[in-house]
């Protein structure tokens, strides 16, 4: 079956950086554009950013840009999100989604002093 294992949250100060990761495994995932999605407390889903099958196309969030970098491992199954320069406002669990909608368990990030 589908599986999306996210990992690398966690509690960080402003201006800090964290990379999360997302381990695939039961469909093809080379194959597949990934999306990067996030919702904060009270909040609805949000997408952070998405990345075609080769990662030759990323497209992300205004509130982003300039700070979060998405990449993908094909060969290890794992899509990636680099987050630098941290703000409190990105606090959220973060989720790995396929384009069907699928999403893993989640990640809590929380940025604070």
């Known amino acids: 079956q589908v599986q999306l294992v996210e990992s690398g949250g966690g509690l960080v100060q402003p201006g800090g950086s964290l990379r999360l990761s997302c381990v695939v495994s039961?469909?093809?995932?080379?194959?597949?554009?990934m999306n990067w999605v996030r919702q904060a407390p009270g909040k609805g889903l949000e997408r952070v950013s998405r990345i075609s099958n080769t990662g030759g196309t990323i497209t992300y969030a205004d509130s982003v840009k300039g700070r979060f970098t998405t990449s993908r491992d094909n060969a290890k199954n794992t899509l990636y999100l680099q987050m630098n320069d941290l703000k409190p406002e990105d606090t959220a669990v973060y989720y790995c989604?396929?384009?069907?909608?699928?999403r893993g368990q989640g990640t809590q990030v929380t940025v604070s002093s």
């Open positions: 039961g469909f093809i995932f080379e194959a597949s554009p």
């Open positions: 989604q396929t384009n069907g909608g699928t």
